[in-house]
């Protein structure tokens, strides 16, 4: 199987121009799964709710879930990408996955972070996975990285590879904990984050690039820089991310002691 993120620099609210871009980048390299970034057709930083709202798009009738789809088909592959999904009740910072078949996955993130607060919906999806060619494919948006309740939850519903579309502007740290979610879990992943800056509302944010793909031993299969728009795509074995032997005594999921773990308190006292 061949797996691949596309790391480039949209910009914000050009939806149409971010599609063609995205389209362009990919050019003629292949993958059976592509992730793109988070909110890659809007951009990043609304300044308001309404500005949300209108550059939201329902799923799948909107543009960008119509042109994933269109893609997908044409090349007979899969995209997990980041989107502004607007919904009867309100917005969502969501990721789908789409396929040949049509749309398979909607997501929407669980973890907001900083402003997202003020201009979208907490996810009310949960962490799902779904088949992709026989492999078992899960969703978690940028954020997320840093619960590691996200990644375990979806490995243990089976995914052999953790897609993460992303926009990352804390420097250094998903790079570092995307290694451990890959290595704690036994599974593949791929980060899709953007790069450049947005100056909107008074703030700018320089998003860090740095897209990488992940084994399940931790090892970096690819990255990227800080800057570079590329696609990048590598060959893996899937069935490497079934093994959870860590030694003839020790498995990852059954030496878990759920009995002593007390999940549910917020960590204030
Ligand atoms: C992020 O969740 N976009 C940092």
């Not at 060959?235 to 002691?257: G, M, Q, V, Y």
Request: include cysteine; charged fraction near 25%; glycine fraction near 10%.
């Amino acid at each position: 199987m061949r797996i691949g993120y596309l790391q480039f620099r949209p910009e914000f609210g050009e939806v149409e121009g971010n599609l063609r871009r995205a389209r362009e980048l990919l050019g003629d390299e292949r993958a059976d799964l592509w992730v793109l970034p988070e909110l890659f057709s809007t951009g990043y930083q609304f300044t308001s709710p309404q500005e949300a709202r209108e550059l939201a798009e329902p799923v799948p009738d909107g543009p960008t879930t119509r042109a994933l789809l269109a893609w997908a088909r044409e090349w007979s592959c899969y995209f997990v990408a980041g989107l502004a999904e607007l919904a009867p009740q309100g917005v969502y910072n969501s990721a789908v996955l789409v396929g040949p078949q049509g749309l398979l996955l909607l997501y929407r993130k669980t973890h907001l972070f900083y402003r997202e607060k003020e201009h979208f919906l907490p996810g009310d999806t949960g962490f799902q996975v779904a088949e992709v060619g026989g492999v078992v494919v899960g969703l978690m948006v940028c954020f997320d990285h840093l619960f590691p309740e996200a990644a375990r939850t979806l490995a243990l519903k089976g995914a052999q590879v953790i897609a993460h579309p992303a926009n990352l502007v804390l420097p250094g740290i998903a790079q570092l904990t995307m290694r451990v979610r890959a290595l704690e879990n036994r599974v593949f992943t791929v980060t899709a984050n953007r790069v450049g800056e947005e100056r909107r509302g008074g703030e700018a944010l320089r998003f860090t690039g740095q897209s990488q793909i992940v084994s399940p031993r931790g090892e970096v299969l690819a990255g990227s820089g800080e800057e570079t728009e590329e696609a990048v795509a590598v060959e893996i074995d899937p069935r490497e991310a079934l093994d959870k032997e860590i030694t003839p005594f020790n498995h990852l999921f059954s030496d878990r002691r759920v009995g002593l773990y007390e999940l549910c308190g917020d960590g204030r006292g």
